[in-house]
């Protein structure tokens, strides 16, 4: 192993190639680092903090960070799962998560993550928010319950669809998924269930109407391994 192409993360060394991320050269290398707003292909944006790690001493996502020769990470640590579970939390209570009856259940990342992480309680009180869910599509529903506001619904729609049909509006606590139509409905979109957009979704706020519960639950990607044991399937998810 060449050590100028090498860093290291918790103690072992990690290949990369030029211009990877931190996180992107840990997941090739079958290194977990929990994440949600990243997706391969897509320009990381280090929205959710989840990949946050510790290079040299200095807390940075790893999504955005590059990877250089020689730095030292520190990413599987009691410290730093923690404030990822604490994020986790916030996530949880923020929506409205209806696990047990959501189609997305074991094809779920935030509930794959939370599971691996051992998130054992929500810890905070629930906002329980009024969010709507958009049927007007013919093929898909909008559930804005369990958005979690990635923005990779917005980044897909833009960079690989060249559609814009979602669009991040409001700042801080207010800031949602909007849809650009006049009337606001994904129904009035140019969107369709082949558009990469469709796909993206970490959580269960884009579905199709057609085919759910095709594969039971208890048989899904998840369900079989935990998500920190399946980085070659974060790593070939393509755009």
């Known amino acids: 192993m060449n050590p100028e192409n090498t860093f290291i993360i918790d103690g072992s060394p990690i290949p990369f190639e030029p211009d990877q991320t931190v996180l992107q050269a840990a ?50 640590t009691p410290e730093l799962n923690d404030k990822r579970r604490l994020l986790l939390q916030m996530l949880f209570v923020e929506g409205n998560h209806f696990c047990p009856g959501c189609e997305k259940s074991g094809n779920c990342q935030l509930q794959a993550t939370a599971y691996d992480l051992e998130m054992m309680t929500p810890h905070f009180n629930h906002f329980f928010p009024t969010r709507t869910v958009d049927a007007s599509h013919p093929e898909a529903f909008l559930d804005m319950n369990r958005c979690i506001n990635c923005g990779l619904c917005v980044q897909a729609s833009c960079e690989v669809d060249k559609k814009n049909v979602f669009a991040m509006s409001g700042r801080g606590m207010a800031s949602h998924i909007v849809i650009n139509t006049p009337s606001g409905k994904l129904g009035d ?17 884009i579905l199709p109407k057609s085919g759910n519960f095709a594969v039971p639950i208890g048989q899904r990607i998840y369900d079989s391994l935990p998500i920190s044991a399946q980085t070659e399937f974060l790593t070939t998810r393509k755009v």
């Open 27 to 76: 997941l090739k290398a079958a290194v977990y680092i929990p994440h949600l707003c990243y997706y391969p292909g897509l320009r990381p944006n280090g929205g959710c903090k989840l990949c946050t790690v510790v290079i040299n001493g200095k807390h940075t996502s790893a999504c955005t960070a590059q990877a250089r020769a020689g730095i030292e990470v520190e990413n599987n």
């Open 189 to 205: 979109s140019d969107f369709a269930m082949s558009d990469k957009a469709a796909s993206v979704c970490p959580v269960g706020a």
